[in-house]
Structures are given as C-alpha cells and as structure tokens.
C-alpha cells in the first residue's frame, strides 16, 4: 500500500465531558427507540398478514442449519475465516431471526487464524440437539472434523473438539438412531481429497467426541448427483434419509436419498430444483419439523455480491417423499416459492431481523460483526469514550499490498438488496501514515478514508481489483478536509452498486469517486465496515473514534 509522509501532529480534539455525557444521555434514549428499526426496515420477510416472503433472511448465511427444541429455533451457518465464527441465530416462527451469539471466539488453530485464510477455516455444519446438549459438528477441509457442545446456545459453547483429523472431510451431520448407536455422516472436499461426488458414514461414539471405525461407502452420485455434498442424515417411517444438495452452488438441486438399511444401497430423487423461478441453485440446508407435525426445509441461493441468503419452502411429504417448495406439474420434484403462508406454530411473534446497526452504546460489539480473521484485545475498545467504539491503529502486515491480508477489518454482512450505511468518525486522534475508513469489501474492494497527512487531513477514495491476486491498491479521488471529524456514507443500490459519500454536518452528503459494483469475497458474499491502519511499522500509534454504525433502507 501507498505510503503517506510523515507530518506535524494536529492538535488533539477537545471535548467537554460534562456536556458530551449530557448530550449522550439525552440521544440514547431516542436511539433505543429507533435501533431495532433500522435492521427490521431494511429487509422483513414477515408480510404482517400471515405471510412471509423470501428469503427471509437477505444475508450471507452459507449453508444454513437448523434445529427446533421445544418452541425455539436455532440455526447456524458456514463461518470460513471470518471470527468470531459458527453464528447462532434464534426464532421462534422460522421466518423472524435474531443472532444471539456465536459458537467460535476464535478460529482453530488459533495462530493459524491469525492471518486471513479466505476461503478456509468453518465450512458447512449441523446443529442437533441430543442428551439435553446442543451439538454442533463442523468441518475444517485442512484439519478434519470438530465438535463443540452447550447446555445454552447463547454460550458459551465447549472449545471445539477434533474428533476425526483427516484433510477433505467435510460437511459431517451427527445422527442418533433408535436403538442407541451414533453415525456421522460426511463428504468429501476435492481440492484436498482428491474425491468428490460421494457421501460416506462412520460410526460415531454416542457421546460425539470420536469416530469408531473406517467410513464406509453409502452413495456415489457422479452419474446423476455430480458434487453431492452436505449431507443431513435423519429417519421416518422405517427409512433412513440423506438430504444432500448435488450440482454445485449456482445451479444444483435438492436430492434426497432414502433406504431400510443406514448403510444402503439408497434411492435417489430430486425434490427441489430452480424450476421456472428466479432462485438458482436452491439447496443445502435443513429439514424442520415442527410440534404440529408439519415440515419445513431452509436452504440458501447464492447471490453473488450478495452472498448466499436463506430462504424457507414448504415441504409435504407423498409415499414417503418429501417435496419441497410447490410442485406444480405432480412430478414429487418442488421449486422455490415467492409468498407462502407463515409456519403454524401456535401464534404470532414480532418482527425481528439479524442485527445491523450498532449505536456502541453496549459494552461489546453486536453479534453482527466479525474480524477478517482472530482478533486481539487491543484492537478495539468500548469503555474509553462512551457511546463510541474506538479503533486502535494497527500496522498493515509487512508483506500487504492491499487489504485481502489484513486481519483487522472489522465487518459485517449486506442485510439487504438496497441500503445505505452511514458513519461518523472522529479521527483527529490518528498520528501521521494512518487512515481511518469505511469500507465496501470482497475480492474487489473500495473505500473512503480520512488519511494524517503532513498538511493535516485528506480524505481519499480507494479501490483494488482482484485484491485475491495481490493487486496494489489505485487512488481514485481525494479532498483535503479542515478537520479530521466526518460522517462517511455508503449508498448500496440494485445489483450492488455502492456509491461513496461524505458530509461534514450529517445532512448534505457530496459524492466521492465513481459508483463501485460489490464483489463477493472467497465463498462469503462482500461486507461492510471499518478500519484503522498505520501503513508504517512505528511503535507509537494513534486511533479513531466512530459514534455508531446505521444501516437504513
């Protein structure tokens, strides 16, 4: 990255303590009212007249699962290298969605997750709820299969545990039959493996902490399920089930597989495929059941900038077949429905959505945002100015050209298919060579960001091209600034254009720079956040302050 001169240090903002606590107390109470809106607003599935819409949640949440417990909800997603990892999100109607926490502090092995390993690190997972215990089971194509468990999914959960080291095991799902005996069911990552297309079973300790014996064979799908992966293993009526999406993200299927015997031989069927709608590539997710019988499947689409959002079928079951979605034509094979009735589960309940924006008014972070890889403490801090997240200053690693290989991003996922994120950042603490910016992240990335400068404050328009591939960074617009305080705006508008934008009072924004098209990152859609980065390696460092984070519609 370009490197800024060294430059005479700016007075230090001064601020009334008194007076900001006063104006601190005042705003807060507005912002609890208006907080909860701002994610609800940008993106609800809950129609409020008993229907919902798809998807329902317009998120990067990769390779959905979930699991009912009682009247409650709990689904988790494939994290890759982002911490922390494993979120957890909580419903009670299947179709409203709260984060509650995450499963994964940090990313294992720790020192490994240290850097960005994009594309790496959580792959697809199962949530099962056994022996009065959440079970998660996930897998690290590099290092085998973990397990980590609770008795609260809130957390905290157990440090994950390697129960199987092998390279290429992937997308494992813990089943407990009848009569006692445990099995994980898994497949197989090519890229590491040197296999794919074929799903196999082991035996499995009933208490989930080791495999008993070799994996053994249960279905081959080159011939007609290319790349079938992500197995569910479940049983009904005498069979034994695998719901397992083949074809590949962008435009496979459901394929549901059934037998008498767990080991095989299975039949074969498709049960949900894009059919005449606009949802490519409808699969791997979760079949729910709820307490008045009725069933559910959640599965994601992949959505390119976007990331992979998550929708909800209906699902029937006819001669022991489930059909997912609406079959129109009687085949047995569904496609993805727009508009469906609300799942019957007994009442109504408010409309929530996974959290947005952040005030900073919280002790922590929300559940919403992740590190591009394992943080540390001294990055961030909460309790030094109330009612602001402060960034520390962190030096650029060394060998960075670009952003891709910086761990201290601070980010969270698009909510929605148009918003706008809108910052205020008070950067007057930032010594000479670091910049404070908001930034639209993925292979391509661009920001805006308030740089020290030997003549005080720039503000400067930056973008990469293929970040993936080490490319350097290009200046495309800059301003000088007379102050190092600002609010910096991002306009996401259809297919991800994201227009950059800056104001020194909050209300009249100018435009920086030309729009930038959002690019998904390494099997993660694109995010937004902030950051704080030295592009020197000097032992004193300065940092900055960002009054809240919103996203409106």
Same mark, same amino acid.
């Given at each position: 990255?370009?490197?800024i001169?060294?430059g005479?240090?700016?007075?230090l903002?001064?601020?009334?303590t008194k007076?900001?606590i006063?104006n601190?107390k005042?705003?807060i109470?507005?912002l609890?009212?208006v907080?909860?809106a701002?994610?609800?607003?940008v993106?609800s599935?809950d129609?409020r007249n008993?229907?919902y819409?798809?998807?329902?949640?317009?998120?990067d949440?990769?390779d959905?699962?979930? =699991?009912?417990?009682?009247? #409650?909800?709990?689904?988790?997603a494939s994290?890759?290298?982002?911490?922390p990892?494993?979120?957890i999100l909580?419903s009670? #109607?299947l179709?409203?969605w709260?984060l509650?926490?995450?499963?994964?502090?940090y990313?294992t092995?720790?020192s490994v997750f240290?850097k960005p390993?994009?594309g790496?690190?959580?792959?697809a997972?199962?949530?099962r709820?056994?022996d009065?215990?959440?079970y998660?089971?996930?897998?690290d194509p #590099?290092?085998g299969i973990?397990?980590?468990k609770t008795?609260?999914p809130?957390?905290?959960?157990s440090? *994950?545990l390697?129960i199987?080291?092998?390279k290429?095991?992937i997308?494992?799902?813990?089943?407990w039959?009848?009569?006692?005996?445990?099995?994980l069911?898994?497949?197989f990552?090519?890229?590491?493996?040197?296999i794919?297309?074929?799903?196999?079973?082991?035996?499995?300790?009933?208490?989930g902490?080791?495999?008993?014996d070799?994996d053994?064979?249960v279905f #081959?799908g080159?011939a007609?399920h290319?790349t079938?992966e992500?197995p569910?293993?479940?049983k009904?009526n005498?069979?034994?089930y695998?719901?397992a999406p083949?074809g590949?993200?962008p435009?496979?299927?459901?394929?549901?597989?059934?037998?008498k015997?767990?080991?095989?031989?299975?039949?074969?069927?498709?049960?949900m495929?894009?059919g005449?709608?606009?949802v490519n590539? *409808?699969?791997?997710?979760?079949?729910?059941?709820l307490?008045?019988?009725?069933s559910?499947?959640?599965?994601?689409?992949?959505?390119?900038?976007?990331g992979r959002? =998550?929708h909800l079928q209906p699902?029937?079951w006819v001669?022991?077949w489930p059909?997912?979605?609406i079959?129109?034509d009687?085949?047995?094979?569904g496609?993805p429905v727009?508009?469906?009735k609300?799942?019957n589960v007994g009442?109504r309940?408010? =409309?929530e959505? *996974?959290?947005?924006t952040?005030?900073f008014?919280?002790?922590?972070?929300?559940?919403?945002w992740q590190?591009?890889?394992?943080?540390q403490t001294?990055?961030?801090?909460l309790?030094a100015r109330?009612?602001?997240?402060r960034?520390?200053s962190?030096p650029l690693?060394?060998?960075a =050209?670009?952003?891709w290989?910086?761990?201290?991003l601070?980010?969270?996922?698009?909510?929605?298919p148009?918003f706008?994120?809108?910052?205020r950042?008070?950067a007057?603490h930032?010594?000479?060579?670091?910049?404070a910016?908001l930034v639209m992240m993925?292979?391509d990335?661009?920001y805006?960001?308030?740089v020290?400068?030997?003549d005080g404050y720039?503000?400067?328009?930056?973008?990469?091209?293929?970040?993936?591939?080490g490319?350097?960074?290009?200046?495309?617009s800059?301003t000088?600034?007379?102050t190092?305080i600002l609010?910096?705006?991002?306009?996401v508008g259809a297919?991800?254009m994201?227009?950059?934008?800056?104001?020194?009072d909050?209300?009249?924004?100018s435009?920086?720079?030309?729009p930038f098209?959002a690019r998904e990152?390494r099997w993660i859609?694109?995010k937004v956040?902030?950051f704080?980065?030295s592009f020197?390696?000097?032992?004193e460092?300065?940092?900055a302050d960002f009054?809240?984070?919103?996203?409106? *519609?």
């Amino acid at each position: 990255m370009k490197q800024i001169k060294l430059g005479s240090v700016i007075k230090l903002l001064s601020l009334s303590t008194k007076s900001a606590i006063c104006n601190l107390k005042s705003a807060i109470s507005l912002l609890l009212l208006v907080t909860s809106a701002y994610s609800q607003s940008v993106w609800s599935p809950d129609n409020r007249n008993g229907t919902y819409k798809n998807p329902i949640i317009y998120a990067d949440y990769s390779d959905p699962d979930v =699991v009912r417990v009682g009247d #409650d909800f709990y689904l988790t997603a494939s994290s890759f290298n982002s911490a922390p990892g494993l979120p957890i999100l909580h419903s009670k #109607d299947l179709v409203n969605w709260r984060l509650i926490g995450h499963a994964l502090q940090y990313q294992t092995p720790v020192s490994v997750f240290a850097k960005p390993q994009h594309g790496n690190g959580v792959w697809a997972p199962a949530i099962r709820y056994h022996d009065n215990y959440f079970y998660i089971f996930f897998p690290d194509p #590099d290092y085998g299969i973990y397990m980590t468990k609770t008795r609260n999914p809130a957390g905290p959960w157990s440090a *994950p545990l390697l129960i199987k080291s092998a390279k290429g095991w992937i997308d494992p799902a813990p089943f407990w039959d009848d009569d006692g005996n445990a099995y994980l069911v898994h497949a197989f990552a090519n890229s590491r493996a040197g296999i794919k297309s074929v799903l196999h079973i082991a035996k499995m300790s009933p208490d989930g902490t080791k495999i008993l014996d070799d994996d053994r064979l249960v279905f #081959d799908g080159h011939a007609n399920h290319p790349t079938i992966e992500g197995p569910k293993l479940h049983k009904r009526n005498g069979y034994y089930y695998i719901f397992a999406p083949a074809g590949g993200v962008p435009t496979g299927w459901q394929t549901v597989l059934r037998s008498k015997n767990i080991y095989g031989p299975y039949e074969d069927k498709i049960v949900m495929d894009q059919g005449q709608t606009q949802v490519n590539g *409808p699969h791997q997710g979760a079949w729910v059941e709820l307490k008045n019988g009725d069933s559910w499947f959640i599965h994601f689409q992949d959505r390119g900038p976007y990331g992979r959002i =998550v929708h909800l079928q209906p699902m029937k079951w006819v001669n022991d077949w489930p059909v997912i979605g609406i079959d129109k034509d009687g085949d047995g094979k569904g496609e993805p429905v727009a508009v469906s009735k609300l799942p019957n589960v007994g009442r109504r309940y408010p =409309v929530e959505a *996974p959290q947005t924006t952040d005030e900073f008014s919280r002790p922590e972070l929300g559940f919403q945002w992740q590190w591009h890889a394992n943080s540390q403490t001294s990055w961030s801090n909460l309790s030094a100015r109330a009612g602001w997240l402060r960034l520390n200053s962190v030096p650029l690693p060394y060998e960075a =050209v670009n952003l891709w290989t910086v761990p201290s991003l601070l980010l969270q996922k698009l909510p929605a298919p148009t918003f706008t994120v809108t910052t205020r950042v008070d950067a007057t603490h930032l010594l000479a060579n670091e910049a404070a910016g908001l930034v639209m992240m993925g292979m391509d990335y661009s920001y805006i960001a308030i740089v020290r400068t030997e003549d005080g404050y720039r503000l400067e328009r930056t973008s990469c091209k293929d970040a993936i591939k080490g490319t350097e960074e290009t200046n495309d617009s800059g301003t000088a600034l007379k102050t190092g305080i600002l609010f910096m705006r991002i306009t996401v508008g259809a297919d991800a254009m994201s227009q950059f934008s800056y104001s020194s009072d909050g209300r009249t924004f100018s435009e920086i720079g030309e729009p930038f098209k959002a690019r998904e990152g390494r099997w993660i859609g694109a995010k937004v956040g902030l950051f704080v980065a030295s592009f020197t390696q000097a032992q004193e460092r300065g940092f900055a302050d960002f009054d809240y984070f919103r996203i409106t *519609p």
